[in-house]
């Protein structure tokens, strides 16, 4: 589907953000995309660093005010 699938995590830490986004990730479609707002920097950097190395899929961040954004892109590999 063209939904962007969003999930909210600004007001959760560490280690409960970084599972959270992995158990929506097993949900979400390869073909589709995701987008996760977290409120820490280092909530940011592992996310970014464990969806990029355990999903297999591009994930950028940026700044959005006193958030980021994290953008998760497609797995394109073929794997799960």
Known sequence: ????KELDLRDVGLPLSLLKCKSRLLEVE???EMEVL???PEVMEDLV???R???GRPARSH???SYYR???GANNSGSP
Not at 1 to 4: I, T, Y
């Open 30 to 32: 390869p073909e589709e």
């Open 38 to 40: 977290v409120q820490e």
């Open 1 to 4: 589907s063209d939904f962007m």
């Open 70 to 72: 994290i953008h998760i």
């Open 53 to 55: 190395r355990s999903h």
């Open 49 to 51: 660093k464990i969806i």
């Open 63 to 65: 700044r959005e005010g």
